[in-house]
């Protein structure tokens, strides 16, 4: 157990929904993560925060949208959902060194498996 | 951007060593991840090299070669719960971390 919580677990929704994912860091951790996989495209990057301010982008769609609150959850906000959305959406967090520009260790969540019929 | 090849399968049985490895291209580089993730569960870190060379962790270790965009994680001892697939990860200069597609081994009786 890495100490991240991702919910929920499974999500199934349908094309054009949208759909919210959160993540709760580990006791300590500034910046969380964001991660998609998929079977044909493997783990990437989406978006990074770090005590509430993006740090870092990666290949988000415009579709997506994240945040981190005070109390340093985080939530990803999915619209207009597509077949090709259908993932493992994975959260990590890390402690933020260097002001979230570091190289610390990112510790995943179980992550949140999304089906868009 | 990022380029990272790594095997997609390997095969090996209980008590064998496995070597996987890993080449990566990339714009500026902060240090390789290694991760293992069994089938539907996050990936969990195993190892981080920065410096050319090796670095022991019990029955895995991980080397680094900068020059040659090259590194490897050596499992020994296999055991059946070693069976998953195996990330590498680079992180770039701007502190992103991009992942290989993934090595599945599978360790046989």
């Known amino acids: 157990d890495s100490g991240v919580t991702q919910t929920p677990k499974h999500l199934i929704t349908a094309t054009g929904q949208r759909v919210t994912l959160r993540c709760s860091p580990r006791s300590g951790d500034l910046s969380v993560y964001w991660y998609q996989q998929s079977l044909d495209q493997g783990l990437q990057f989406l978006i990074q925060?770090?005590?509430?301010?993006?740090?870092a982008k990666g290949n988000i769609l415009e579709r997506f949208s994240a945040q981190q609150f005070p109390d340093l959850h985080s939530e990803l906000n999915l619209s207009s959902l597509e077949l090709g959305d259908s993932a493992l959406y994975f959260c990590a967090s890390s402690p933020g060194l260097a002001g979230g520009k570091g190289t610390d260790t990112q510790y995943f969540g179980p992550g949140t498996r999304l089906t868009v019929l | 951007g990022q380029n990272i090849d790594q095997p997609t399968e390997m095969t090996a049985t209980e008590g064998a060593i496995v070597q996987i490895n890993c080449t990566y291209q990339?714009?500026?580089?902060?240090?390789l991840f290694w991760y293992q993730q069994h089938a539907g569960e996050a990936p969990t870190f195993l190892s981080y090299n920065v410096l050319d060379g090796l670095e022991e962790k019990g029955r895995f270790s991980s080397f680094l070669s900068r020059s040659k965009g090259y590194s490897y994680l050596l499992l020994k001892e296999l055991q059946m719960k070693d069976s998953a697939s195996y990330l590498c990860a680079v992180m770039s200069n701007d502190y992103k971390l991009s992942f290989g597609a993934g090595t599945t081994v599978t360790v046989r009786a």
């Open positions: 990339t714009s500026g580089f902060n240090g």
């Open positions: 925060y770090y005590n509430g301010e993006e740090r």
